[in-house]
């Protein structure tokens, strides 16, 4: 598989581009982008063929479930089987932004996403080329960080193509992402868990969750 690595202004992404990368996506093939966390891959998570192109991708194991990223609560809650009030009262307060969120999924979401837990890791990005993505294909998109499993995160599209050459269809190069990666929370069970600090700390999470 040839990589094709294309520029794009992250601030105003240009239309055409965008279409680009987005035909790609139709195709159930794998885009790499840049987000206001980290270099992500994207793709469709309604299509196996994509899924697995996501998995191959970065070498990353089966069980594993692959976040998505979505264009606001409302599609959220398309994708969960339920929500609670600690979904809303988080999603209120730090989307769009750097905190992903894991929810029970719904049955349209492939088992194979879920890394087969029946459970969905949902963000809404503050990430222009990812919001307009996600506007042009109506949909939510596969997005897990652009680099090869227990390999460092890449922080420009000429780090992704460097890695992951011959691994994905396309990098959109929008220079340097200086993130720290998002946050992730599960509240799937009856005590909300952080699974992973990153751009928002713990106690700010707590603080929003604490009891009133």
């Not at 929810?103 to 492939?110: E, G, R, T």
């Amino acid at each position: 598989m040839a990589t094709d690595l294309v520029e794009i202004n992250a601030d105003d992404p240009q239309p055409d581009v965008l279409e680009r990368a987005a035909a790609t996506i139709r195709r159930g093939k794998v885009v790499a982008i840049p987000t206001d966390a980290l270099y992500t891959l994207v793709a469709d998570p309604f299509s196996l063929r994509a899924v697995t192109g996501v998995f191959h991708a970065k070498g990353r194991e089966p069980h594993r479930s692959l976040p998505i990223l979505v264009r606001d609560a409302m599609m959220a809650e398309d994708l969960a089987s339920e929500l609670n009030n600690r979904f809303f009262i988080l999603t209120r307060r730090f989307w769009p932004g750097p905190l992903t969120i894991i929810v029970p999924a719904s049955a349209k979401i492939p088992l194979k996403v879920t890394g087969n837990t029946g459970r969905l890791a949902l963000r809404q990005s503050r990430s222009l080329v990812a919001n307009k993505l996600i506007d042009l294909l109506n949909q939510p998109l596969i997005s897990t960080s652009a680099n090869i499993s227990s390999r460092p995160t890449c922080h420009s599209g000429i780090d992704v193509f460097g890695m992951m050459d011959g691994r994905v269809d396309l990098v959109l190069d929008g220079g340097t992402c200086a993130g720290a990666g998002a946050t992730t929370v599960d509240i799937t069970e009856p005590y909300w868990r952080l699974i992973k600090e990153g751009a928002i700390p713990e106690k700010e999470i707590a603080e929003c969750l604490k009891p009133a």
